[in-house]
């Protein structure tokens, strides 16, 4: 398992107090790829998101998900090949049926499904990586912080959703 971080532009580092933390956990067959071809070609990417890189989708499971959110991630991002297209036997059919059981889990819990990010075959290109990325991050900052909801509640009072 590798990891890997978008370079900071400078316009990314203007914006870098209101980035959310995003964790993505990425096959390397499929946004891997579409991971280091942004990179590579310098596209601009929200900078508070950081990749995991694991052979298959398969290997992600609901446990590490929760421990993302648990260590103060604000949204998780899990992508694998087209359903189809899936190097170990299709076996991210099994990760999309574990991931929407997970989003009900989420919802359930008031962590909100819509943290959780699950995509096939969307990023395994550099623009389509980052337009992902951008969209995901975009989303999560509209949404009212984890972190200080956690805090509110330990010291028993309201969450600031500002
Ligand atoms: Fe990419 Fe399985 S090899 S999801």
Redesign the pocket.
Known sequence: MTTCAPEKTTQDREGDVAAPKILVFS?R??SGIGADDAGRQRLPMPPGFRCVSME???GINPDIVLKAFSAGAEGVAVL??HQDG???NQ??HGTAKRMEMLATLLETVGIGADRLLTSFGTAHEGHQFAELMRRFSQKIAAMPSLTRRKSADAAGGCADDD
């Open positions: 096959c067959w499929c298959c989708a398969a694998g090949c899936c190097r170990y076996a991210n």
